[in-house]
């Protein structure tokens, strides 16, 4: 009779820590946590809108693990929670954002999932596709001329982002003054409605970084180790000097586009379903189990922190008040509000 073969397979780790594995997989707990609270939220009528950021989390995770705090810039878009989350926001600031409240960093001004910290380095952003993208080139480049070269801008967008015209000119720009950039797409394959094999005639995004003359990459977004191998790589070649790249990492959106969407008028239940199969929570739980990185108590334990700090962070943003009406007017310019004046 053959021997069962029991030996674990040895991990490709990249250098990652048992700690670092953990928060990473902590950071991915949170991620679906808000994510079900923010829909919560959302039906119970306590906030009028939502978004989520379900199938993202492995690539979020290992994207924000090679994030350096203090010096790299983020400029994320709106389905970036667990980006926002992995460079030093809390639940408690997420939920601020959520419920619009007047300690949110953008003054409850913001849709929900419009984060922006000058102290974590995260640019406020606009819910206009690609709007972001040249504003990222652009710290990008003030980088570049105030040659700070330990230091290089990550920018996200979702596959559709792509098809923007303001897209092309900020890779083209980039790429011409070879900026310290890492333009990470986030694939999941659905922009809002409309299916990538109807987006574009080379679904491939990656492959677009030949002809802008600068490297490009896929990558396993379901893996948050592969994710971050590659988003480090990407990185380092950027704060080192060797100009920007586009990395594309392949996940899948399994919630729909937001709150106000309803995705079965243009995808099937199937398909989801069959798509879940390959979700990245429960894959990594069990990577980290296998690999004696963590125990089936500490798995338990960990869950339950990340509920009780979620429900913490509810309450304690709900409570607070909305801004003032008086508010509108503030920091919109320097002196009087006033254009005229």
Not at 26 to 45: A, C, K, S
Not at 72 to 90: C, M, Q, S, V
Not at 152 to 160: E, I, W
């Amino acid at each position: 009779m053959a021997k069962t073969d029991t030996t674990v397979k040895t991990l490709a780790r990249y250098g990652l820590t048992d700690e670092q594995l953990r928060e990473m997989f902590r950071n991915m707990l949170m991620q679906r946590q808000l994510d079900n609270r923010g829909f919560q939220l959302n039906r119970q009528g306590k906030v009028p809108f939502a978004l989520g950021s379900e199938g993202h989390e492995a690539l979020q995770a290992g994207a924000a693990m090679a994030f350096t705090r203090g010096k790299d810039i983020l400029a994320p878009y709106y389905r970036d929670l667990g980006l926002a989350l992995g460079i030093g926001l809390t639940p408690f600031e997420i939920m601020l954002s959520i419920f619009a409240r007047a300690q949110d960093h953008n003054g409850g001004r913001q849709f929900p999932n419009h984060y922006s910290s000058k102290k974590a380095g995260l640019m406020s952003f606009s819910s206009i596709l690609a709007a972001h993208i040249p504003h990222a080139v652009g710290a990008a480049y003030a980088l570049k001329l105030r040659r700070q070269a330990d230091r290089a801008v990550l920018v996200t967008c979702g596959d559709g982002t792509t098809s923007e015209g303001e897209w092309h000119e900020a890779m083209n720009f980039a790429a011409i003054h070879g900026l310290p950039l890492v333009m990470l797409v986030e694939n999941n394959e659905w922009a809002i409605s409309t299916p990538l094999d109807k987006q574009m005639g080379q679904p491939e995004i990656w492959k677009r970084a030949e002809g802008y003359g600068m490297p490009g990459k896929r990558f396993n977004g379901f893996d948050p180790i592969e994710t971050y191998g590659v988003v480090k790589e990407a990185m380092d070649r950027a704060r080192g000097g060797g100009g920007p790249s586009i990395i594309e990492g392949m996940c899948y959106r399994f919630l729909a586009h937001s709150t106000d969407d309803n995705d079965m008028t243009y995808r099937t239940k199937d398909e989801v379903v069959e798509h879940r199969k390959h979700d990245p929570v429960p894959r990594f739980e069990a990577l980290l189990l296998e690999q004696g990185v963590l125990t089936a108590s500490a798995v338990d334990a960990m869950k339950k922190d990340v509920l009780r700090e979620t429900n913490e962070a509810t309450d304690q943003a709900e409570a607070l008040p909305y801004p003032q009406a008086s508010d509108l007017y503030t920091n919109l310019f320097e002196g009087a509000w006033q254009p005229w004046q």
